[in-house]
């Protein structure tokens, strides 16, 4: 089934997948293994060539007699390239054909079994492990915790541990591994920008700290309104962690009175997982609502006034295998966010006054990724498809983030390194 979706999902990429063919993810596996041993061959070339320009005290510190130069590439050298350089990956980067790999869209990945997942090189993989070790370098999903990588940073796969050691984590593999905070970084930054230019209704967008901090966050600034003598309402729209202690993410919209920026005007708290009834966050986040904003002895607690605009996109422990577990709370509550900002931007009214219901109806419409129309849910295949899409793309971003930081901090670089950055 071919089908165009056109969403802003990522800061780089806004038309982030078209004519997306669902079910028919990615590349062939002949086509993949073709790709995986030219890159391989073209690292350790490039680790060769490095060495040959390295000191000789260098070459006598890394390698032993009994060590072939050959097999100090092959198992040992791009890990001391890693050691030795703290902007490994960008120079990894800044070479045009390691760029075009590493950059490749999803469509040039082979994704094994129905875990989905990807079909790395050895170098590939290694890439990404070793990268993860230096800070603000991670490639988001794509690599593997210490615990699970070997003296040459390989990734362990679940069949080479011992029987003793066998556990099928659920952050084993690519579509199921938790979002860092390099992804909540780009994620936040996207929808950033989604609140300009600014409408009749201010838009801001909170992403900072958990989602207690982000609550005192919008206190602040509404302050700071305050003191500016400003009378118009704001929308606050925060994207957030629960707590230090909780790993899922949640969506919360606030409207603020410059004029009562202790006594919100409206609080509503968009969960990812809702089954029938109360949410299971719901009770935390009253308390954490009324701790920032305490209202004088007698008064109403400002939690009383909170309203439900959660979704159920999220399956979690249902019965579903491991390899399956759904932690995509960190896409969903994105683009709940995204849709809040499109609707407080087009239809202030709505946001203001309007009913609960009407709203969780125009958000979801504009969330064409996970529903079909309004209120109308696609089929839980094609939305885990989406999100590996998502996954993947979220390492593209990262990756290109660093290359046009890079590129800015050096402005005189070759313009093949221009045109990879800009069309990854």
């Known amino acids: 089934m071919k089908e165009t979706v056109r969403v802003t999902l990522t800061h780089n990429d806004p038309m982030m997948y078209s004519n997306f063919s669902f079910g028919q993810l990615g590349c062939s596996k002949e086509q993949a293994i073709f790709d995986n041993i030219a890159f391989d061959n073209l690292i350790k070339d490039f680790l060769r060539s490095w060495l040959d320009q390295s000191p000789v005290l ?8 009994d060590t072939t130069l050959d097999d100090f590439i092959e198992q040992n050298a791009l890990r001391s390239f890693f050691r030795y350089n703290e902007d490994a990956l960008e120079q990894l980067l800044e070479q045009p054909a390691v760029a075009r790999h590493l950059l490749r869209p999803v469509s040039n990945v082979h994704f094994l079994n129905d875990a989905y997942e990807p079909l790395f090189s050895q170098f590939e993989q290694r890439i990404y492990n070793l990268a993860a070790q230096q800070e603000h370098h991670q490639v988001s999903f794509r690599y593997s915790s210490l615990s699970r990588q070997n003296a040459y940073a390989d990734t362990i796969a679940l069949s080479q541990l011992p029987p003793d050691q066998f556990r099928e984590d659920i952050g084993v593999y690519f579509g199921t591994r938790r979002s860092d905070e390099v992804a909540l970084t780009l994620l936040g930054r996207q929808l950033r920008r989604e609140a300009f230019p600014a409408s009749s209704l201010p838009v801001h967008v909170i992403t900072e700290g958990y989602m207690e901090d982000s609550l ?12 500016e003598e ?15 202690d909780d790993r899922h993410l949640g969506a919360a919209l606030l409207i603020m009175n410059p004029a009562q920026p202790n006594k919100p005007e409206r609080i509503i708290f968009c ?14 986040f009253k308390r954490k609502i009324d701790a920032i904003f305490p209202q004088p002895e007698g008064e109403a607690f400002v939690s009383d006034i909170l309203e439900d605009g959660g979704v159920k996109l999220q399956r979690l422990h249902d019965g579903v295998p491991v390899r399956h577990q759904d932690i995509d709370c960190a896409f969903y509550t994105a683009s709940i966010g995204r849709a809040l900002v499109q609707l407080a931007q087009a239809n202030p009214d709505l946001i203001l006054t309007g009913a609960i219901k009407d709203i969780v109806s125009q958000m979801t419409a504009l969330m064409p990724e996970y529903y079909e129309g309004a209120n109308q849910t696609r089929e839980p295949e094609y939305v885990r498809e989406v999100n590996i ?19 800015a901090e050096t402005p005189l670089h070759q313009p093949y390194v221009v045109e ?3 069309q990854a």
């Open 420 to 422: 990879t950055a800009l």
């Open 216 to 227: 005192r966050v919008v206190k602040k600034i509404t302050e700071h309104i305050r003191e």
């Open 271 to 284: 969960d990812t997982l809702n089954p029938s009834g109360t949410p299971p966050w719901w009770h935390s």
């Open 58 to 65: 260098l070459l006598t510190d890394l390698i032993d007699d």
């Open 389 to 407: 899409i998502r996954r993947w793309n979220t390492g593209r971003d990262a990756m290109n983030t660093l290359l046009l930081s890079r590129m």
């Open 230 to 244: 400003a009378t118009k309402r704001h929308c606050f729209i925060i994207q957030r962690r629960h707590a230090a």
